[in-house]
């Protein structure tokens, strides 16, 4: 803690940190998390990986591609299914885990961490607010099992 001091910086806490950087969720089982900078982190919820079973393949959707709410920006293939992957939001994709194209298996092991698909600089924030936070996104998978 004396080196933040030092240099003069400040800490910041990780309740603040939480809050800015909350996970939303979709009917079709995708999740958002939109950072401080306007861009979100987009992947498939660990209901959805675990429904597929071993994910083979992923098809990420490509660099600085216009994306609208609810388009589909790429797929993924598993021992049992196909699924596609929609837009939960309006923007540009700035980036793909690229890591999935070698081990589409992180989507297995850590759907909602390691295994992102990609990042959208999101358009319209307001869009979010329709998505389900992790308490209603929890309830909707029970009802729907």
Partial sequence: MGAFRAAGMQRRGFAVAAMLRV??????????????DGVCNLG???????????VIYVELPELDMEVGFGDTVGAVES??????I????SGKVVATNEALEEKPGL???????EGWIAKIKVEHEEELDGLM???????????SS
Avoid: R
């Avoid at 929609?86 to 939001?89: F, S």
């Avoid at 936070?133 to 009802?143: C, G």
């Fill in 86 to 89: 929609m837009a939960p939001v």
């Fill in 133 to 143: 936070d992790e308490e209603a996104y929890i309830k909707f998978t029970e009802e």
């Fill in 79 to 84: 021992v049992k299914s196909a699924s596609d």
């Fill in 107 to 113: 989507l297995n092991q850590d759907p909602e961490g």
């Fill in 23 to 36: 996970k939303k969720y979709t009917e079709d089982h995708e999740w958002v998390e939109l950072g401080e």
């Fill in 44 to 54: 498939i919820s660990k209901y959805a990986a675990n429904a597929l079973g071993d």
